[in-house]
């Protein structure tokens, strides 16, 4: 692929806005367990949020192109490949030119020294950047334009010897640069000529207004400093590398990715990085991601144990009860939590950014944390489940907690809800929650014998059985010949898919069957599922506008299948859909199916859990797994 020096983000009023920003696929991810950047191919860091994935961004050009990003490249035109490090998530990014070839390396680090299950503790919110010469020299380019709070803030940035650092806004960065470098207009630049075997490191810190000393790692020892970074990504590896399927390398990365996604200090699991990568290029359809979902909790859970171990599933455990057993309300359960167990996740919108593409609005904090779901007790029993032989004996608070949600699921599963896709229209009966509640009931009556005197099995059973009976009477349509997204209807939707995926019905039952290809044949573009149908006047959500495939749902079109015994049918689609990652391997959580253009926030950690279980189901479906 070739490059320009012009072409990556071309200075204002060269080029109409919507240039202005690069593909959602263009990006890699950066991370060190307790946030994440991205960086493009060519070489520009578009997106960072410091100290946190939920913190505000210093570095957010992916959303506006004056709200900061750093960038170094050649000053010409170049061509670009790149790669993660084996076993790692640093990026190396060759640029090749007429007079020669350098390599950019990227990392964000962790503490130094540290090595498997301790990545992410203490780390020291540093960006380190290093680029060698491979042949011939190069002129480079440096850019380095700092915008705390997702750009609002233009900082002042103060030169000194060996970089500069930054003040004003909700923190401050400091920059030791291995090259000379000018300060201007609160921007950092420099030009320089790098030649073959030549090495030149740059590191960026940030630190809280309140902290004096902010010190960042010295330019000469950031190549050595990455080098750590990658061996602590291996070792971590090393002892996670458990799956041996056929999948093997795609599962790893995604395990890999997951792992990248954890804020190390609490064990939560962000659903992306990223806020307000829209659903639909100019749609409304822009959320902030960068929260932990109890709906994603057990399908996570699994995917951990399948492609990593033990310890990454015992934090994410422990968060998730923890945060959900301090209850904001009483008999509610929230649907997601901040990463530091929050509730409190209220929205707002940034009227000073335009928005990827000029998708506004663009939103920190998310509306949907005060919805009403009643799929999250489902998810939320059905992990502790999961995880039951990992519990030993249950403290009578636990015991508590778990008769408590299974009491809430069946004196509330009657009630309309905003459903798993948080549809901001009407509350209905959506028949995903109706299951969710009877996953709910279904987990608490298996786990009744460890209840002790909190124990109401017959109670359970027979709200299950309730449930069960409902969804058969009013979740079926006869017009679509398969389960409705809500009683009473005939409209499909994507989350029927979870039926036979948490045991509800065999995906050989002769209705569910119905419902799988009735989902393939009506609900999907080029062989990728929608959630639903998104025409005025069908699947109202309160929204405008179409969006794109969901990835999430057609990994559970690969499970279906793979369950059902059309083994071909989910190899061909799951390898049609890991396709369409991006050349790093990152999914985001939409795809244009004609374009083959992922949509959304980038990468989704429900997209790459999605490819670990579908690999294990097509795994057990042929007989290579129990």
């Known amino acids: 692929m070739t490059e320009t020096s012009l072409l990556p983000h071309a200075p204002p009023g060269a080029a109409r806005a919507t240039d202005m920003f690069r593909p959602i696929a263009e990006y890699g991810l950066l991370a060190d367990c307790n946030t994440a950047a991205l960086v493009d191919r060519s070489g520009s860091i578009d997106w960072l949020c410091l100290p946190r994935y939920d913190s505000d961004a210093v570095f957010s050009r992916l959303l506006g192109p004056e709200a900061g990003h750093w ?30 070839a350098v390599r950019l390396y990227d990392a964000l680090a962790f503490a130094d020294g540290q090595r498997s299950h301790d990545l992410g503790f203490d780390v020291p919110h540093e960006l380190l950047r290093s680029v060698e010469g491979v042949s011939g020299s190069i002129e480079l380019e440096l850019e380095l334009a700092p915008r705390p709070e997702y750009g609002l803030v233009k900082p002042l940035f103060r030169l000194e010897d060996g ?42 810190r940030w630190a809280p207004p309140e902290e004096r000393s902010l010190e960042p790692l010295p330019a000469e020892q950031v190549p050595a400093r990455i080098l750590d970074v990658a061996e602590g990504w291996r070792s971590w590896e090393a002892e996670h590398d458990i799956y041996e399927g056929p999948h093997r390398e795609l599962v790893r990365f995604s ?64 968060f998730m009860t923890s945060a959900a057993g301090g209850r904001a309300r009483e008999g509610s359960l929230q649907i997601m939590y901040g990463i530091d167990g929050r509730h409190d996740l209220s929205e707002r919108q940034l009227a000073h950014l335009p928005g990827w593409r000029n998708s506004a609005p663009v939103r920190v904090g998310n509306g949907a944390w005060n919805q009403v779901q009643l799929d999250v007790y489902g998810e939320l029993l059905n992990s502790l489940y999961l995880y039951r032989d990992k519990l ?42 109706k299951v969710m509640c009877w996953v709910a009931l279904d987990r608490a009556v298996k786990l009744a014998p460890s209840l002790g005197n909190y124990a109401k099995e017959d109670e359970w059973s027979a709200a299950r059985d309730e449930i069960r009976a409902a969804i058969e009477e009013r979740g079926w349509s006869e017009a679509a010949q398969a389960y409705a997204q809500s009683f009473d209807s005939d409209e499909l939707d994507g989350a029927a898919l979870l039926m036979p995926i948490m045991g509800f019905l065999p995906a050989t039952d002769e209705r569910m069957r119905s419902t799988i290809e009735a989902i393939a044949r009506e609900l999907t573009q080029d062989g990728m599922v929608l959630r639903y149908r998104n025409e005025e006047g069908l699947n109202a959500d309160g929204l405008s506008g179409e969006e794109g495939t969901f990835v999430i749902c057609t990994w559970w079109l690969v499970s279906c299948l793979a369950q059902a015994g059309e083994v071909e049918r989910a190899e061909e689609l799951f390898e ?51």
């Open 71 to 100: 960038y170094i490249r050649p000053a010409g035109a170049f061509e670009v490949e790149r790669r993660y490090l084996p076993g790692t998530l640093v990026i190396e990014t060759t640029f090749k030119t007429s007079t020669g």
């Open 163 to 204: 970089g500069g650092r930054t003040f004003g806004g909700s923190g401050r960065v400091a920059v030791r640069a291995g090259v000379p470098v000018e300060i201007e207009d609160s921007t950092m630049r420099a030009s320089f000529i790098l030649r073959e075997g030549e090495t030149v490191g740059f590191s960026l």
């Open 392 to 433: 030993g004996d249950l403290h009578m608070e636990i015991q508590a907690f778990i008769a408590d949600l299974a009491d809430t699921a069946a004196r509330r599963w009657r009630e309309k809800d905003s459903g798993i896709w948080e549809m901001r229209g009407e509350p209905r009966h959506h028949l995903s929650s």
């Open 576 to 626: 049609q859909l890991a396709g369409f990652a991006n050349d790093l391997g990152l999914i985001g959580e939409e795809v244009d199916a004609q374009s083959g253009e992922q949509l959304g926030n980038f990468p989704q950690a429900y997209s790459h859990i999605g490819l670990i279980n579908a690999a294990y189901e097509i795994d057990k479906a042929r007989g290579a797994v129990a």
């Open 255 to 318: 395990s890999r990715v997951l792992k990248g996604l954890t804020y190390r200090p609490t064990g939560a699991v962000v659903a992306a990085p990223t806020t307000s990568l829209p659903e639909t290029v100019g749609g409304e359809r822009n959320w902030d991601y960068r929260f932990a979902w109890i709906r994603d909790a057990s399908l996570t859970l699994e995917a951990l144990y399948v492609g990593a171990c033990s310890d990454e599933a015992s934090e994410f455990v422990s």
